[in-house]
Each structure stands twice: as structure tokens, then as C-alpha cells.
């Protein structure tokens, strides 16, 4: 089994910066990491993507201003957001696909609001 196990959310007024953790533990096996997010009355999103070689995805809502980077020994991946905005607002789930077996796994969430 694989758990999942976010930090860094918080408030933080526009113009700011965070930054997100995400701890995998278990059988993670090659994977790719990842955050995602899900605004009040809103679909669940793509923010960014990290494979273990390090190749990177950005939704282009986030390009140039968050960066998504992962330490392969730490089985950690962190999401740095900077100029952040009210509209990045939501809860930010972290998620783990693991090749073998084409599992997906999910943390719980960790709440961003940007506000004045």
C-alpha cells in the first residue's frame, strides 16, 4: 500500500509564495508524482507533474510561476508557488501514479486560499 501525506498549505495574501510538501511511503515503485487541485464548485484539476527521471508537466494556468521538483531519495515531491493568486485557491491534493498495476494514489488534500 502507499499513503501519501501533504504539508505546507496555508493563507497567503496575492503576490506570495508557498510551498507544498508531499511524503510517499510504501511500495511506491517507478512513478510519476504529482499535484492536483480542486476549487469550491469546481472539478478537480492538473497543476503539475514530476517523473522519477524528472521530466516536468504544468497546466498552463501555473507556467512560470509554480515549479513542481521531487527528491527521489526522500520519496518527496514539492510544489514552490510563487505570484500566487485568488484564483489559486483550493484544496491541493498530491497523487502518486505507480506503473506497475497502473495504481493511482491520493493524499488527503492540504488547503491553499490566497486572500487579502
Known amino acids: 500500500q502507499v499513503q501519501l501525506v501533504e504539508s505546507g498549505g496555508g493563507l497567503v495574501q496575492p503576490g506570495g509564495s508557498l510551498r507544498l510538501s508531499c511524503a510517499a511511503s510504501?511500495?511506491?515503485?517507478?512513478?510519476?508524482m504529482g499535484w492536483y487541485r480542486q476549487a469550491p464548485g469546481k472539478e478537480r484539476e492538473l497543476v503539475a507533474t514530476i517523473a522519477s527521471g524528472g521530466s516536468t508537466n504544468y497546466a498552463d494556468s501555473v507556467k512560470g510561476r509554480f515549479t513542481i521538483s521531487r527528491d527521489n531519495a526522500k520519496n518527496t515531491v514539492y510544489l514552490q508557488m510563487n505570484s500566487l493568486k485568488p484564483e489559486d485557491t483550493a484544496v491541493y491534493y498530491c497523487?502518486?501514479?505507480?506503473?506497475?498495476?497502473?495504481?493511482?494514489?491520493w493524499g488527503k488534500g492540504t488547503l491553499v486560499t490566497v486572500s487579502s
Open positions: 510504501g511500495s511506491i515503485g517507478f512513478n510519476v
Open positions: 497523487n502518486l501514479h505507480r506503473f506497475f498495476g497502473a495504481m493511482d494514489y
